[in-house]
């Protein structure tokens, strides 16, 4: 496998596909998730006690306190920092998903479109844990990880935003465009053994 | 060396990067000893041997600025804070949806 890292370009998605030994089900299923919008939601000094009215109201949700996650239908919110959130839309585009916030926050936060800056990866399957043991500086054991909980931190020097997506474990990961190829470089590296295909990356 | 971040939790201090001493405060420019307080201010620092607070910056997490406490002898950390407190309600008023 480390050959066939080798003959992708640097600055190549890694090519979808199965990695490692073939087992009859996957250890690990990864996939680059398309079709998401998303937005960082910065609020406005003072303004969080409104802005979480304003989602109670507006979007049906529950401002996330803290580095948690918060859904109502198709969109979530992740806490990324104090005053700050990552919106991500299923099925739309970041226009779309701006009108929508910038209609439910008006002038009490600061929107930015991120659907160009950030991919996000999906992993699940019976072995995601032992993977992210070698990848991410946190404990991930779902004692203090829970469907729900959020982080942002490093995996390979790289920084991403991770928030568990459901008790299964399903684990999604924000991650610079740029560094895409990097990360997903590592994750095959640290997955392989346990057998583990890649979707959504087409080609490569 | 972990760093109980008040946002995040407890993370490596590899998130984060060091400034130093949070214990100094920048003088008013239009007082009559400005030069000296600023020379103190710039360039002296107390290297006491115990208890110290130090601004680290939380980079690879949720990027806020923190104090934190720090025994320069052991490294135990007794604390952290954010180290911009939420400004008076000043604004309040001017933010409508
Ligand atoms: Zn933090």
């Known amino acids: 496998m480390s050959e066939l890292l080798a003959e992708i370009p640097a600055s190549a998605l890694v090519p979808e596909g199965h990695y490692g030994p073939r087992t009859p089900a996957p250890g690990v299923v990864a996939a680059q998730l398309s079709q998401l919008a998303l937005a960082t939601v910065a609020v406005r000094p003072n303004a969080l006690d409104l802005v979480a009215e304003l989602a109670l109201e507006k979007l049906g949700l529950a401002l996330p306190h803290g580095p948690r996650t918060a859904s109502a239908g198709d969109l979530t919110l992740v806490g990324t920092g104090p005053r700050r959130f990552l919106a991500i839309g299923e099925g739309i585009t970041g226009d779309p998903l701006l009108e929508r916030l910038g209609h439910a926050f008006g002038k009490t936060a600061a929107l930015t479109d991120q659907s160009d800056g950030q991919m996000v990866i999906q992993l699940s399957g019976p072995r995601t844990r032992d993977t992210l043991a070698k990848l991410v500086p946190i404990d991930l054991d779902p004692s203090v990880f829970k469907a729900g909980d959020a982080a942002a931190t490093l995996v390979a020097l790289i920084p991403v935003l991770i928030w568990q997506a459901d008790p299964a474990p399903i684990y999604r990961f924000a991650v610079p465009r740029s560094f895409t190829p990097a990360f997903l470089r590592a994750l095959v590296g640290a997955g392989a053994e346990f057998g583990l295909q890649l979707t959504g990356t087409g080609r490569g | ?97």
């Open chain 2, 1 to 97: 060396m972990r760093i109980p971040c008040p946002y995040c939790g407890l993370r490596d201090a590899h998130e984060f990067s060091y400034l130093g001493d949070a214990t100094v405060s920048r003088p008013a420019p239009d007082m009559p000893d400005a030069q000296e307080a600023f020379f103190h201010y710039v360039y002296l620092r107390e290297n006491p041997a115990g208890a110290h607070e130090e601004l680290w910056y939380h980079a690879a997490g949720c990027r806020q600025w923190l104090v934190v406490s720090r025994d320069t002898r052991t490294h135990e950390i007794s604390g952290a804070s954010f180290a911009r407190a939420p400004k008076a309600d000043a604004s309040h008023a001017e933010v409508k949806p």
